[in-house]
Each structure stands twice: as C-alpha cells, then as structure tokens.
C-alpha cells in the first residue's frame, strides 16, 4: 500500500545539491489501472498502482534493461524525465523533491510517503512547500504522460 501526500513548491531548499539524487524516466503502458515501466539510474521496474489519491495500491517488479527498451515504444503518450533528490525528514520520513524536465519544466513537485494514514493526515509541511496538491489529478504523474503538446 502506497500512502502518500503531494505538494507545489514554492522555494527550493538552499542547500538542495547536498542531497543525493536520482535520474528517472518513466512510461506508461496503461492509465486505468496504472501500469508503469521506470528507468531509475540503474535500475529497471514495472509498477502497478490502483485507483485512489492518497492511498492506493501499488506492486514494483524488477525489470531487465532489454525488457525496459523493449517496453519504452509501446508507452502511451509522453515519456517522463525528472531529476529526484531525496531529503530526509523527522520520523524516518522523507522528501522526493522532482524537478521534471521539457516539456513538463518548470514543474517541480514534492512527494512524502507515510507508514500510515494518520501520520499522512497529520503531517505538517516545510515552509518551502506551497499548495497540497495530493487529491488533484493532475498532478498524477499518469495525467503528465497524456497531455498534448
């Protein structure tokens, strides 16, 4: 089960190149359900995530290189790439900061993931985070891919 809350930002933190980071590029082979093939660094995974905003399921497979590739074709609509620094918070929490890349640019976004509901609905944001944006489709990075440009 995936419980996450998701924000706009209003600044970026001073010292945001002191955290580590990873690249990311990202398809979708289907919306409704989403099924998702990711590159992650070096990493390679299909995901599955039900329907909902906050909580929903989710399943992560191992995927090889050439499966990826092979894969990467038949994506509906536009590929995502995003820079994502990781920063940790209180509770074990931490911030997945994307800063995607054209043609989503200038969009950055923020994600948190929580161990339970209650900590998701407790949960009080940085300064630097701006509008919660967690129960706005748009936002979905599944929405991102079906946009026409």
């Known amino acids: 089960m995936e419980i996450e809350r998701k924000y706009l930002i209003k600044d970026l933190p001073a010292n945001l190149n002191s955290y580590p980071y990873h690249i ?54 536009n590929i995502i790439s995003k820079k994502r620094y990781v920063i940790p918070l209180e509770q074990d ?17 923020a994600e948190v993931e929580f161990p339970d509901e209650k900590t998701a609905d407790n949960f009080i944001p940085p300064d630097w985070f701006q509008e919660d944006v967690t129960f706005d489709g748009r936002y979905h990075n599944s929405y991102l891919s079906q946009i026409q440009f």
Not at 93 to 109: H, N, R, S, T, V
């Open 93 to 109: 929490l931490k911030i997945e900061l994307d800063i995607f890349d054209i043609p989503f640019a200038p969009l950055i976004l």
């Open 24 to 77: 990311i590029e990202q398809g979708y082979l289907c919306t409704e359900p989403v099924v998702r093939i990711r590159r992650q660094d070096d990493d390679y995974i299909l995901t599955y995530k039900g329907k909902g905003m906050m909580v929903r399921e989710e399943y992560n497979l191992p995927l090889t290189k050439d499966a990826y590739e092979h894969l990467k074709p038949k994506a509906d609509g």
